[in-house]
């Protein structure tokens, strides 16, 4: 199935044969119960990012047609089917929820009003909150809350880029916003309005000097936004940045609200 895929991503005339469609298809299906990944965990903290399975997501589009998708009153025109059964995958499904076929949605996910894209894995136990967004490929684990207005970013192209991971029993605050392959730990805890990107600065203010990180919110960090002072031709001028202020405590429980987790940290927000 790889090596069909890898032979049409380099010759796209065979988008045309009946083998090619048929792997690009079995890929999506695979996707879509969870049996692969566009990436996952290898040990020691590591992930890895299956290339060829993210080739198959963008050549699925091509050979695809547009069709008219009507669900009662509503109607839509699309490539893409939506997700279906989910009462038998165990899924709690909010009206207007929407799922993408071929994003992988765990029993025990719970969606409120919101939007989850082709490729996606969100594991068991994850509330995807009111407007929440999901993109293409990225990885969600378990016990997760995306909190209302959340948008985890999608990533197709560069291949090699690494899509949104955010860890098993992560906070992600109302209207953060998760994009460009960062990675959240595992249990960490973003407040309202985080913003990270992969050029942010993630500075560590819980030592006598700060650290920065790029990329990565270490396991059981607390997150709030900041801003740094930088110079340009114009002046000088406030950017902003993500403050990591302390850590999740042990004895919080790993339900506990967000405004629990910053509130051990004199933090109001």
Not at 6 to 35: F, M, Q
Not at 95 to 121: D, E, K
Not at 137 to 146: E, F, M, N
Not at 171 to 178: H, K, L, P, T
Request: charged share 25%.
């Amino acid at each position: 199935m790889r090596a069909k895929i890898e032979a049409a991503w380099e010759n796209r005339e065979l988008l045309s044969e009946p083998e090619t469609i048929e792997a690009i298809n079995h890929v999506i299906e695979s996707l879509d119960k969870g049996l692969l990944r566009v990436a996952e965990p290898i040990g020691n903290g590591e992930w890895q990012v299956n290339e060829w399975v993210k080739k198959a997501v963008v050549m699925y589009f091509p050979i695809r047609k547009m069709e008219t998708i009507e669900v009662g009153p509503f109607e839509f025109h699309d490539k893409m089917a939506l997700k279906k059964n989910y009462k038998e995958l165990g899924v709690r499904v909010v009206p207007h929820a929407v799922a993408r076929y071929g994003a992988f949605i765990a029993s025990g996910v719970i969606m409120m009003p919101s939007y989850i894209n082709i490729g996606a894995y969100v594991d068991s136990g994850t509330m995807v909150d009111t407007w929440a967004t999901v993109g293409s490929c990225a990885q969600i684990g378990k016990d997760v809350h995306l909190s209302g207005g959340v948008g985890i970013g999608g990533v197709l192209e560069p291949l090699q880029a690494a899509p949104v991971i955010i860890e098993d029993g992560a906070f992600i605050g109302s209207r953060c916003i998760v994009v460009e392959g960062v990675r959240v730990g595992k249990e960490a805890v973003l407040g309202a309005n985080v913003v990270l990107t992969n050029s942010t600065k993630i500075i560590d203010v819980t030592g006598d000097e700060p650290k920065e990180i790029r990329g990565y919110v270490p396991e059981r960090s607390v997150v709030i936004p900041g801003s740094y002072t930088k110079k340009f031709p114009a002046g000088e001028f406030q950017v902003p940045c993500a403050l990591i202020i302390g850590q999740r405590k042990a004895s919080t429980d790993l339900k506990t609200s967000l405004n629990e987790a910053l509130r051990e940290h004199n933090v109001a927000i």
